[in-house]
C-alpha cells in the first residue's frame, strides 16, 4: 500500500498547478489572513479517514479544498472569479485522456470530487469562499 505521505505529496504537486490560482498550500490560512493580492487562493487540509476492513478492505482518505477569491472591484461580486477557480480544480481533478478515473500514475485507485461543495458565493462582500471535498481511494 503506497503511504499516506506519497498520496498527499502527489496530490500537492497535482493541485499546484491550478490554473489562474496565485497562492496554493497545504497550510491552510484563514482568509483575512490572505490578501487580496495573493488571491485566488486555495488550500489543501487533511480530513477524516474511512476504513473499512471487510472482504473489499477499503481505506479513503478525505480532504477538502479551501477555495478563496476577492473580487476588489465593489461594483462586482466575486461568484465569477470564484466559479472559474471551481472549473479549473474540476479540469485538474479529471482523468488523463483514455482514463476513466484520476489515480496519480497509480498510486492510489481513485481521486475525486466527492460531496457538497460548500460556498458562500460572495455574501462576504468581495471576499468568496468555497470548500470543495475530495476523497482518495487508497489501493489495497
Not at 30 to 58: I, M, R, T
Amino acid at each position: 500500500m503506497t503511504s499516506r505521505t506519497d498520496i498527499h505529496s502527489a496530490l500537492v504537486n497535482l493541485l499546484g498547478n491550478i490554473n489562474g490560482v496565485v497562492t496554493f498550500s497545504d497550510r491552510v490560512k484563514h482568509w483575512n489572513d490572505v490578501s487580496p493580492s495573493e488571491q485566488p487562493a486555495v488550500f489543501l487540509s487533511k480530513g477524516d479517514e474511512l476504513s473499512d476492513a471487510g472482504v473489499a478492505a477499503k481505506n479513503e482518505l478525505l480532504y477538502r479544498l479551501w477555495v478563496y477569491v476577492n473580487e476588489e472591484d465593489s461594483t462586482k461580486g466575486p461568484a465569477i472569479k470564484l466559479s472559474q477557480v471551481l472549473d479549473a480544480i474540476h479540469d485538474v481533478i479529471k482523468p488523463a485522456p483514455g482514463q476513466s478515473i484520476l489515480t496519480l500514475q497509480g498510486l492510489v485507485s481513485c481521486v475525486e470530487i466527492s460531496g457538497q461543495t460548500e460556498t458562500d458565493e460572495g455574501t462576504l462582500g468581495n471576499q468568496a469562499v468555497a470548500v470543495v471535498p475530495l476523497r482518495v481511494l487508497m489501493n489495497k
